[in-house]
């Protein structure tokens, strides 16, 4: 599969390395940075071949696909431009600011044929894929809780900056809900707290979810540091995956007697590379993102934001 990469940030970086050391079949044509000394760098420091000097002539090169790893505020407008050019577009998370968006982008990319995902590192990786299977093997039992916890204290613009999208929830939040949501599925009622910045972004929030026969509870921060664990409590046992759960090579499963089994789980480097293939094959879960982004919009309505750049 022949991409282009759009931006040249940490998270870039994370992607093409993954690509150089995992992924002989995708090839990196060209890249693309607003500011064309970034994008020269970039291109030297990885070996390619051609940069572009806009968004429009990345889109006119010989490329199956984009990834995406801009400014949230950009993503809407710059998947849609993508689809249009009948490219597939893999994009950093959130991939839209709200639930108008995803529907229109989904819409879209049917129409078009092409694959549209979302960036959700996590969901794709060996660990959370043997997480699952325990479950399902009910190994823990009935779920009746989950909570995930996600938090640094950062200063990062984009987490800061309402003309950014920023904020903690799209940011750091949407990690634990993709994994209660993939888990449990819609819930039956949704109350969302949070502390928001002078910018009008949210920094701490709190988001409880019930369902007909679990709860579960997500709390992230972008000013705080917290445990950045995910515990699911069944009723014959506790999965646990302690700090960082996104990122962790082990899970631990926990009995009421005292007892505590750790599943080591081996993954290629950053864990990239599963959602890269994940990307290439179609397996986009467009289903689980869909309802990612229904609830992410509820929950943000209930706290007050709203971003300059999104679709309403």
Known sequence: MRIAIIGTGFIAREMIEAIQ???????????????????????????????????????TQAIDGVYLAVHSNDHYSMTKQAIQAGKHVLCEKPAVLNQREFDELANLARTEQVIWMDAMRFIH???????????????????????????????????????????????????PLYAIIDLLGKPVVIQSQGVLLESGVDHTVSIQLQYRHALAHVMASCVS????????????????????????????????????????????????????????????????????????????????????????
């Open 21 to 59: 050391a995992y992924g002989e079949e995708f090839e990196v044509v060209t890249v693309y940075n607003r500011t064309l000394e970034k994008a020269e760098q970039f291109a030297k420091d990885y070996q390619i071949a051609h940069v572009s000097r806009s968004y429009e002539e990345a889109l």
């Open 125 to 175: 990786l060996p660990l959370w894929k043997e997480i699952k299977h325990s479950i399902h093997n009910e190994e823990i039992g009935e779920i009746v809780y989950v909570e995930g916890s996600l938090g640094r204290i950062s200063q990062r613009l984009y987490r800061h900056t309402r003309e950014l999208a920023g904020g903690v929830l799209y940011d750091l939040a949407i990690y």
């Open 225 to 312: 540091q917290t445990q950045t664990h995910l515990r699911i409590q069944g009723t014959k046992a506790t999965i646990f995956v302690p700090k960082e759960f996104t990122t962790s090579p082990f899970f631990e499963i926990l009995y009421p007697d005292g007892t505590k089994v750790q599943r080591e789980v081996e993954c290629l480097g950053s864990g990239m590379i599963y959602e890269l293939r994940s990307f290439a094959s179609g397996e986009t879960q467009q289903n689980l993102s869909k309802d990612v982004y229904e609830i992410l919009t509820l929950s943000r309505t209930q706290l007050g934001i709203h971003y300059p750049s999104e679709l309403v």
